[in-house]
């Protein structure tokens, strides 16, 4: 399984940015995705999913109402569509997969992962 996450860069603070997630090898239409961030000096957490059928989103309440997590079965990807960025959006950001459906938040309920891509947004 390989996912190739894109789209990270710098950003001013109130700018967008969004980052794809290109899936192979995984049965990705049946699985869930999900997109975890690393800021500097911080834990891992959790930012958003997307579970497989229905395509139930869930976010965390830091991100929610500016970010927007979807995907294309057809393509093999997930999207974060970040909005209103701020200085502390500033991370690693890494794509995630498990097969079947998963509506928890923890790292460990997901079994493969992306290298990353980095965001930074300034003031």
Request: glycine share 12%; aromatic share 12%; with cysteine.
């Amino acid at each position: 399984v390989q996912l190739i996450e894109s789209g990270g860069g710098p950003v001013q603070t109130g700018g967008s940015l969004s980052l794809s997630c290109a899936a192979s090898g995984l049965a990705f239409s049946s699985s869930t995705m999900g997109w975890f961030r690393q800021g500097p000096g911080k834990e891992q957490e959790f930012v958003a999913s997307i579970r497989w059928t229905p395509s139930t989103t869930y976010y965390a309440d830091s991100v929610k109402g500016r970010f927007t997590i979807s995907r294309d079965n057809a393509r093999n990807t997930v999207y974060l569509q970040m909005n209103s960025l701020k200085p502390e959006d500033t991370a690693d950001y890494y794509c995630a997969a498990v097969r079947g459906s998963y509506t928890g938040t923890s790292p460990n309920g997901y079994n493969y992962w992306g290298q990353g891509t980095h965001v930074t947004v300034s003031s």
